[in-house]
């Protein structure tokens, strides 16, 4: 009885064994879970390894440091603090209050109106007469005397209704101050007062134009500058003295 060879023939193509599809599937599978867990575990450590965020300063502080760069005269630091004040809260108060005065002594006056306006808005009853006295006097430095005047009126006007007598006293000086326009009657009734104040300076250097003296002139437009003060006689020296001294720079 003959057997039959299940070896090839000599000079027949060898078969190449059928792959066994079970164990490929399981290969395959056991690859994507050894990346997938790889994937993991570096996300974890990357996790790990970064620093943590520092949590941010209170709003207090914030407007604490913009403040006391303002009152150092230094209003371009103020005004980037302020600003990122009211970018974490566009409804700060205190944010748009000062960073409206910081803009005011920087010469940029339309803007400070707007940021005036907003924290008129959000004033407490408390706080509405500085608030408007404010905006009074941005209206000033921007040589509007219609519109400061009808601010100033707005705060006499609450302060009598509040029987608050000598509050509505000083509105009627700041009143009467927005329409003054004789500078040697001004300086009659000032010669007394405070030679820091930044009006009597302007004062004393037109006094010095008219004297014929424009060094002494434009010592005292400097001094103008020099003063931090966001009061009614600060609005109304300080853009003339701006431009003043602009106009020496520019001859």
Same mark, same amino acid.
């Not at 000079?11 to 059928?18: E, K, L, N």
């Not at 690859?31 to 867990?37: A, E, I, K, N, S």
């Not at 008219?210 to 424009?214: H, I, M, R, S």
């Given at each position: ?22 164990f ?14 790889a994937?993991? =575990?570096? =996300? ?15 709003m ?25 004040? %009211? ?28 940021? %005036? ?18 905006? @009074? ?22 302060? =009598?209704?509040? @029987? ?22 001004? %300086? ?14 302007? %004062? ?5 134009e /008219?004297?014929?003296?424009?060094d @002494? ?6 001094? =103008? ?13 300080r853009?003339?003295?701006?431009? /003043?001294?602009?106009?020496?720079? /520019?001859?």
């Open positions: 009885m003959s057997t039959i060879s299940n070896r090839p023939k000599c000079g027949s193509p060898r078969v190449s064994p059928i792959p066994d599809c079970r490929t599937n399981v290969h395959n599978g056991g690859m994507r879970y050894l990346r997938l867990g994937t993991v =575990v570096l =996300v974890l450590f990357v996790a790990a390894c970064r620093t943590p965020a520092e949590p941010l300063p209170p207090s502080s914030v407007i604490a440091e913009a403040r006391r760069l303002d009152l150092a005269g230094d209003q371009p630091g103020a005004i980037t603090i302020f600003r990122q004040a %009211l970018e974490r809260d566009e409804a700060s108060y205190q944010a748009h209050y000062g960073l409206a005065r910081a803009l005011d002594l920087e010469g940029h006056y339309d803007e400070a109106r707007q940021h %005036l306006s907003r924290a008129i808005e959000l004033s407490s009853d408390a706080d509405r007469d500085q608030t408007l006295r404010m905006m @009074g006097i941005a209206w000033t430095f921007a040589g509007r005397t219609d519109e400061a005047a009808g601010a100033f009126k707005d705060v006499f006007d609450r302060r =009598v209704e509040a @029987g608050n007598m000598p509050g509505a006293a000083d509105e009627a000086n700041e009143l009467g101050r927005v329409y003054l326009e004789e500078y040697q009657a001004a %300086l009659d009734h000032l010669a007394s007062a405070d030679d820091a104040d930044p009006f009597i300076l302007l %004062l004393m250097a037109q006094a010095s /008219k004297l014929g003296d424009a @002494g002139a434009s010592d005292y437009y400097r001094k =103008v500058l020099t003063s931090n003060s966001h009061a009614i006689n600060a609005a109304f020296a853009p003339v003295a701006r431009e /003043k001294i602009a106009a020496d720079g /520019k001859n």
